[in-house]
């Protein structure tokens, strides 16, 4: 064998020995891989195990008062608008800081157009402990009430809630025609602050937590719902 035939011999053994070299190690590697991947899905199926069931859902709580129920409200001595004899008894609980329950008015005063005899609305006391300034405003209110001018004073105090002010409701006492002497005194006294306390208590025993809220015959509303909301609860009390 002369000396280029023994170089190609000796090449091709040399690169036969790489390819088997490389063949064993793809073997290895293929080999490890299955194994790794066995070994993945066997912890896979441990952790499934282990892990703890899940907890069954829980159903979402209900915030007030259930709108299903029929709910018995004190009026007595509460001011009020319509005929006494109203077929429809609507209560509302309110705070007088509350801008929801300023943007209500008007749609409570379509439903007193729209149903003169039909419909009583009374007012119930609720100053939210959100709102710093509507104890005040309820506490006037409620003094005013106690000379039969609730509803004047009720509806300056909502004509500008930017004005929650002490000299605020006196210059109103005088301009809707109170005894402001006694207005004053009545507006600190522990009778109309227990007045608006008890209407806060009723509120919080029925589930009432923001305003406005409305009981239409007893029926839990919340919110400033649309004349077309009051207006088909009415209509509906007025047929059953």
């Given at each position: 064998m ?8 000796a ?20 080999g490890?891989s ?11 199926k ?9 907890a ?19 009026t007595v ?33 379509q ?9 009583k ?16 405003a ?8 106690q000379q ?14 930017r ?9 109103y ?9 006694r ?40 919110g400033a ?16």
């Amino acid at each position: 064998m002369n000396s280029g035939n023994a170089i190609i011999v000796a090449g091709t053994i040399l690169a036969l020995a790489i390819l088997g070299s490389a063949y064993m190690m793809v073997t290895s590697i293929d080999g490890a891989s299955n194994q790794l991947a066995n070994l993945g899905g066997s912890v896979s199926k441990l952790q499934l195990a282990a892990a703890p069931a899940a907890a069954p859902a829980q159903p979402s709580r209900r915030r007030g008062p259930d709108p299903a129920k029929t709910y018995k409200v004190d009026t007595v001595g509460r001011p009020t608008k319509g005929p006494a004899n109203a077929a429809i008894t609507l209560v509302e609980f309110s705070d007088f800081q509350c801008p929801f329950c300023s943007r209500v008015g008007p749609t409570l005063k379509q439903v007193r157009e729209e149903y003169p005899n039909d419909v009583k609305i009374v007012f119930k006391h609720l100053p939210l402990s959100i709102h710093p300034k509507a104890q005040g405003a309820h506490a006037a209110a409620e003094a005013a009430h106690q000379q039969g001018k609730f509803w004047e004073m009720h509806d300056k105090i909502f004509a500008d809630q930017r004005q929650l002010t002490e000299s605020k409701y006196i210059e109103y006492a005088g301009e809707i025609g109170l005894d402001v002497d006694r207005f004053k005194k009545d507006m600190a006294s522990a009778e109309v602050k227990k007045r608006v306390a008890a209407d806060s208590a009723e509120a919080a025993r029925l589930g009432v937590t923001g305003t406005p809220g409305f009981f239409i015959n007893g029926k839990f509303v919340s919110g400033a719902k649309p004349f077309s909301e009051f207006k088909r609860i009415i209509d509906g009390q007025l047929k059953g």
